[in-house]
C-alpha cells in the first residue's frame, strides 16, 4: 500500500494517456441534404425558409441561388471564403418548379444521445473514419476526452442535464481547439457559442486528461438515465444475453474481464487486438469496445464489499453471439501465452451462449472458496463456543444438532492449509486497488465477532496463536 504514491507519480511522469476523441456527428450545414425537410439542397427557383422562433448557426460553403430567403429573428450564418446568396430572377432552368425548403429544427439534439456520437483513439483516426465502438455510457465524451465539432461545420447542441457541469479535456470547435476552461467559457459566451451550445449545463474545457496508462473511469455514471433514456434497445437473440457494465442495454457476444497489473497499458493493448484480430475479415462486422470500468464486487456472489477496476472488453456481433465468442477465445488465448508481457494477470469469460471461464490465476475461484471458508469458520467457531459453554443459546429445538456438529469437528483436521493462513491475491496485487482504502486487506481477512456479553473473539484461522480451538 505504502508504494500506491510512487506507482501513480510514475505513471504521472511517464505521461502516457487514455483518452479518446468524441465527435459530434450531426451539424447545421446548409449543404448537408439530410437538414432539409425536402432532402435536398434548395436550388434557384426554391424559397428558403428558416424557422422565425429557431435560433441556429448555420455553414455556408459556397455560393448559392435563391428565389427567396427568410430567415430566424435570431441567428447567424459562417460563411466560407466566397460563400453567400444571389438571387434569381424568375425561374431557375435547372432547378424546376421550386419548393419552400425548409431547414431542419436541430434544437432537440442532446450531448447525451450516445447516437450521434464517434469515437476514435487518434485525430488521424478519427479523419480516416476508423472508429472505436463504446458502450452507451462510453459513447458520449466522458470526462478526460478531446471534443470534436467537425471544422468545416456548424452545429447545435443541448447541453441539458442534471449535472453542474460537464467536465472534457478539451473542445474543438470549426478548427479551433480549446484547452482551457476560462477561453472556453469565454467563447460559450460569444455569439456563435450561444448559438452552438444550448441547454442547463455548461460545457468546462480543461480538465486534466488521463494519466493513468490503464485508464481511467468515463464518469459518464451520473448521466446515466439521461443517456439511456435516448436509447432504444432491441430484445437480444441469445441464450444468455450479457448486460455490460456502462450499456443501456443487454447484448449478445462476449465479455472478457482484465484483471491487470501495473505495466498494463490500455491504449497498446486497444491497438494491439485491433492488429491482432479485428483487421481480419471474419472480424468485419464485430464491435469490440474496452475501457476500465468499476465493478461492484461480491463474497460468495452476494455479500458487497466495493467495486475493483478491471478491463472490460465487450465484443458483439449484433447477431447470436457466436463469432464474438470465437474471437473472445483468441483474445484469452493470447493473454495467456502474452499475459505477463502485457500486464494482464487474469481473465474471466462471459459469453452468452453460457459458457463462461476463468483464465490465467484464479482470483475469482479465490474469492469463492475465501468466502465459504469465512463461512465455514463462523459456523465451527460458534459450535464450539456453545460447545464450551462461552454462548448459551436459548432453548431451541436446534441445540442438540448444533452440540452433536461441535464434537464432530474435533475429528475434522483444520491444521495445514489453514494455518498458513489464505492470501487472497486480489488483495496482493497493489494495482487491483489503488485508491480504495476501504478495502484494505486487513479488514476483509480477519473477521472479528463481538458478542452482547462482552466476549471479544478474534478468527483462529487467521491468529496463528490460536489454532487449536477445541481446547
Ligand atoms: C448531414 O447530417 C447528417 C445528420 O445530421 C449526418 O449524419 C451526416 O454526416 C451529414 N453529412 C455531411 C456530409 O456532413
Ligand atoms: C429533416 O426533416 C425531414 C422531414 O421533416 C426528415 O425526414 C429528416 O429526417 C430530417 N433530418 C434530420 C437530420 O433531422
Not at 431547414?103 to 450516445?114: H, I, R
Not at 487491483?432 to 472479528?448: H, K, Q, R, T
Request: aromatic content about 8%; some cysteine.
Amino acid at each position: 500500500m505504502l508504494k500506491t504514491p510512487d506507482v501513480l507519480l510514475l505513471l504521472c511522469l511517464v505521461g502516457a494517456a487514455d483518452a479518446l476523441y468524441k465527435q459530434w456527428i450531426p451539424n447545421t450545414n446548409y449543404e448537408n441534404k439530410s437538414n432539409w425537410d425536402t432532402g435536398a439542397v434548395p436550388c434557384g427557383s426554391d424559397i428558403v425558409q428558416f424557422s422565425a422562433q429557431r435560433r441556429v448557426s448555420v455553414f455556408l460553403e459556397t455560393a448559392h441561388a435563391v428565389q427567396e430567403l427568410r430567415l430566424p429573428v435570431d441567428g447567424e450564418f459562417i460563411l466560407c471564403e466566397g460563400a453567400g446568396f444571389y438571387v434569381v430572377s424568375g425561374q431557375d432552368p435547372d432547378c424546376g418548379e421550386g419548393v419552400t425548403a425548409q431547414f431542419n429544427d436541430s434544437d432537440s439534439l442532446q450531448w447525451f444521445d450516445p447516437a450521434l456520437w464517434q469515437a476514435a483513439a487518434t485525430q488521424d483516426e478519427l479523419q480516416g473514419g476508423r472508429f472505436l465502438f463504446s458502450v452507451h455510457e462510453e459513447s458520449v465524451p466522458c470526462q478526460y476526452d478531446d471534443v470534436v465539432f467537425k471544422a468545416l461545420s456548424s452545429f447545435r447542441v443541448d447541453t441539458s442535464s442534471s449535472q453542474s457541469s460537464i467536465p472534457v479535456k478539451s473542445v474543438s470547435v470549426l478548427g479551433e481547439m480549446f484547452e482551457s476552461r476560462s477561453e472556453f467559457s469565454q467563447y460559450l459566451s460569444s455569439r456563435s457559442g450561444r448559438l452552438q451550445f444550448h441547454g442547463s449545463t455548461a460545457v468546462t474545457a480543461g480538465n486534466p486528461g488521463c494519466g493513468d496508462p490503464s485508464g481511467c473511469e468515463c464518469g459518464n455514471s451520473v448521466n446515466r438515465q439521461r443517456i439511456c433514456s435516448r436509447v432504444t434497445c432491441v430484445s437480444p437473440n441469445c441464450k444468455k444475453p450479457l448486460f455490460p457494465v456502462g450499456h443501456c442495454c443487454e447484448v449478445c457476444g462476449a465479455i472478457i474481464s482484465i484483471h491487470y497489473a501495473a505495466s498494463f497499458d490500455l491504449q497498446s493493448y486497444r491497438q494491439r487486438i485491433h492488429q491482432l484480430f479485428l483487421q481480419w475479415s471474419q472480424y468485419e462486422t464485430i464491435q469490440l469496445g474496452m475501457s476500465k470500468v468499476f465493478k461492484s464486487q461480491r463474497l460468495m456472489g452476494i455479500v458487497p464489499f466495493g467495486s475493483a477496476p478491471k478491463i472490460q472488453v465487450v465484443i458483439t456481433d449484433g447477431e447470436t453471439g457466436a463469432r464474438s465468442e470465437a474471437l473472445a477465445l483468441e483474445i484469452l488465448e493470447d493473454a495467456r501465452s502474452h499475459g505477463p508481457k502485457l500486464g494482464i494477470a487474469s481473465t474471466d469469460l462471459q459469453a452468452s451462449s453460457g459458457n463462461n471461464q476463468s483464465g490465467g490465476n484464479t482470483g475469482m475461484v479465490v474469492g469463492v472458496v475465501f468466502g465459504v471458508l469465512i463461512m465455514v469458520t463462523l459456523i465451527i467457531t460458534v459450535a464450539a463456543l456453545i460447545h464450551k459453554g462461552v454462548v448459551r443459546m436459548p432453548s431451541m429445538p436446534s441445540v442438540p444438532s448444533l452440540r452433536s456438529f461441535g464434537r464432530k469437528t474435533e475429528t475434522v483436521d483444520l491444521g495445514g492449509s489453514l494455518d498458513h493462513g489464505f492470501n487472497n491475491p486480489m488483495f496482493d496485487d497493489l494495482s487491483m486497488i489503488p485508491d480504495l482504502p476501504a478495502l484494505n486487506g486487513n479488514e476483509i481477512n480477519s473477521i472479528s465477532i463481538t458478542q452482547t456479553g462482552g466476549v471479544y473473539f478474534v478468527n483462529p484461522v487467521y491468529d496463528e496463536n490460536e489454532t487449536d480451538f477445541n481446547a
